[in-house]
């Protein structure tokens, strides 16, 4: 007695395409999950980038004036903010005593302050000169610069 042929052709080729369909689902579904997560992090990275580099674009400070006291001991720097922000600010003040008999420059002194200003807010900042006290004719250099790396620059001479 003969016993009859199970043909099995036909059960490979399904198995090995499903085994290949799961393979591929799977990594297409870790491909997906990487890549949602990598622009999540880039769309809130681009969106806090543009909200600081707004609040550069809006910070605006100035300058207003410069003068000293009369014994030369203290430096007044008047620092107007109109931008929209509260910035916090360094000033720097470099003083250059100029010798009139020898028409060069030969003693420096440096000095600086830190603050910060509310928006839309005039400012008197003293700085102590007591130390070198400011001569007639010294200049004065002044540059007020921002935490957003934004600079104000004043020339003054002391009279």
């Known amino acids: 007695m003969k016993m009859p042929r199970i043909k099995k052709r ?32 880039i769309a809130n990275s681009y969106v806090n980038d543009t909200l600081e580099l707004l609040n550069e674009v809006t910070e605006r400070f100035a300058v207003e004036h410069v003068s000293n006291n009369t014994e030369g001991s203290i430096l007044h720097v ?12 360094d000033v720097y003040a470099n003083a250059t005593h100029f010798n009139e008999t020898t028409s060069t420059f030969n003693s420096t002194f440096s000095a600086n302050y830190t603050t910060s200003i509310t ?19 010294d200049e004065v250099a002044v540059k007020v610069h921002s935490r957003r790396q934004n600079n104000a620059y004043y020339k003054y001479y002391v009279r």
């Open 78 to 89: 008047w620092v107007y903010n109109y931008g929209e922000v509260d910035i916090v600010i």
């Open 10 to 41: 036909g059960l490979s080729p399904v198995i090995a395409t499903i085994i290949l369909s799961a393979v591929v689902i799977a990594i297409g579904g870790a491909i997906w999950s990487y890549s949602q997560g990598a622009s999540t992090v």
């Open 119 to 137: 928006a839309g807010i005039l400012v008197l900042i003293e700085i102590d000169f007591s130390s070198y006290n400011l001569f007639p004719s």
